[in-house]
């Protein structure tokens, strides 16, 4: 129906309903403010959002004009003959409104509105079943447990999109596949940002600290920013020292990948071409991040037209406190037996230490500030943990807890390691959303990876991959409770 054919339609039973029962004036207007006083000023502060955002003929737009426009009508003197039925029509909107503004409120879930501007994508629950279809086949009413939106393009290609569900929200960016903002649950249920991240999409052409990005071509160190594939040497940018870090000058963390929306999720590709920062052969890589119930996952996958070397992770900033307390607070708990060391350049050396007896073993949850500061080679290498912890295991290899905020994330991965690194440089950085530069220590990236600097160290580096081969790894964040 058209917006016309609505308002026809409710006129119509307006008109029948007001005949009826023979209400009086103040009578409809008392059942017009019930379901207002019922649903509170939400609705009617979304319906100014939705003007000031530019949105035009949905529900909440045409409420407000109906609402404006009666009241206009209304207190022309000596009445109007359309008053009534004016009050009719905002009152078949408004109750319409309130059960839908209960239902959401009530579930967090989505549901497709009248007249509404239809999410890119979705996952919709149907007869207790739980379907994905394409937007267009969205019923009105539909529940939608996955929505995928674009909420802004800018001229460069850059795009911004949302994927929410009834526990978690993610804000991310195709520039180099980053997420800007994962809402998740604490303990009371009360939804807020758990990532470190930048105020603007500007200072991430600047970011040293690679906050929430994709990382490729090879995640962190390559020794002497070279390496020999096949008899050839391939001489890469130095951006460390002596060594090349997280893919070289212009990582995939700066990169503006195409993006497809799916119905959970979001599918993200670049191609990155032969020679770029060094590297041989053409690479494709598909991002692909999805939500279902409490777990946002990553998946990976890349296909090569020549040998290379490949090592890709996210680098998200984890601080699940409210209060952005310093992450030597949070408790964790690695299943892993070892660690690869690194050098005073934080390079990996491909020696392997056992953590029993060390600051290194996690195997026990325990705070990440407990041993932090203890006399150990390792720890001053490299000013705190940023060290590749050997994962043991198939699942939920790694637990990290906030006790005040009651968060708990839990990472399971196919991938071998995880890097964890305790932010211990985030005070050279640029102005975090927090307003202010972030202090050393207030995030923990724990990067799910191959081993660093292993074509340098691994006898069959495993980040070597063949022509015709295809790399493929998922990790799932799951946000749990305490
Ligand atoms: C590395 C750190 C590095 C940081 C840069 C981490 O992945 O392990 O050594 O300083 O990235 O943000």
Redesign the pocket.
Known sequence: LTIVGWAAVLLGIAYAVEHAFDLQLWQALLLYLLPYAVAGYDVVLEAWESITEGECFNEDLLMTIATVGALLIGFVPNGSPMFDEAVFVMLFFQVGEVFEHLASDNSKKSIAKLMDIRPDSATVERDGQLLTISPEEIKLGEIIVVKVELLKELDNGIRFYSLENESLKLVVVNMGCRIMEILAPDASGKRSDVILGLKNIEDYAND???FGAIIGRV??RIGDARFSLNGKTYELYANNGKNH??GGKEGFDKKIFDVTPLENGLRFHYLSKDGEEGYPGNLNLYVTYTLDDNTFSIHYEADTDADTVVNFTN?LYFNLSNTLEKVTEHSLQINADYIGCVDDT?LATGELLPVKDTPFDFNEMKKIGQDIEADHIQLKN?FGY?HSFVLKGEERQLTLEEPVSGRRLVISTTAPVV?V?TGN?LKDGCIGKAGRVYENREGV?L?TQLMPNAIHTEENPSVILRKGEKFESTTNYIFETI
């Open positions: 040293p600290a690679y995640a962190n870090l997280h680098h934080c490299a940023d890097q690194y440089f990236a990067e």
